[in-house]
């Protein structure tokens, strides 16, 4: 991955054809935008493209960050705590810290997705992971193992499953 220096106060530009791409053609497509080590540690940013229903993310939440989905194209069904949302293109979702969340895309709808951790952790690995993971050359204990590296702890909700199960 590629990042353009902007100028001297550290912008960057990543140019559209420098995104690493995770699970192109798959279900879940996830573009790796920029991660806490590019933005001085300001926010981590991915693209994730879900197909038809596709799952995103199970039910987790972020002890010290912030997370929020603006939805580029396509609804997306997410859990904030113990309700269920569909956000739609032009809909923006911030979850604070400490808040169950959850996502995929809505049944019968794909969706597009920009999201943004604040403050940035570095993320890029944890989306390797999960790739892994997919491909079975990572375990679930793998994942489990990893959740306070990447502030991201897994839980359970009723009312995620009740949704999804429909």
Not at 38 to 67: D, F, K, M
Not at 100 to 126: K, M, S, W
Request: charged share 20%.
């Amino acid at each position: 991955m590629t990042f353009i220096k902007a100028d001297d106060k550290g912008s960057i530009i990543v140019k559209a054809g420098d995104h690493e791409v995770l699970g192109e053609g798959a279900p879940t497509t996830v573009r790796l935008l920029a991660d806490a080590s590019a933005t001085g540690g300001a926010l981590s940013c991915q693209r994730v493209v879900l197909g038809e229903g596709a799952n995103g993310a199970t039910p987790h939440h972020h002890a010290h960050r912030s997370e929020f989905f603006y939805v580029l194209d396509g609804a997306l069904q997410v859990l904030t705590d113990d309700k269920v949302h569909v956000a739609r293109e032009g809909d923006l979702l911030v979850v604070p810290p400490g808040a169950t969340h959850a996502f995929g895309a809505a049944q019968g709808q794909r969706a597009d997705v920009l999201i943004v951790i604040t403050p940035g952790i570095e993320r890029f690995e944890y989306f390797r992971l999960l790739a892994r993971l997919q491909q079975g050359h990572a375990t679930i204990q793998d994942l489990l193992d990893s959740q306070e590296l990447y502030d991201n702890h897994f839980s359970q909700s009723e009312a995620w499953e009740k949704a999804r199960a429909n």
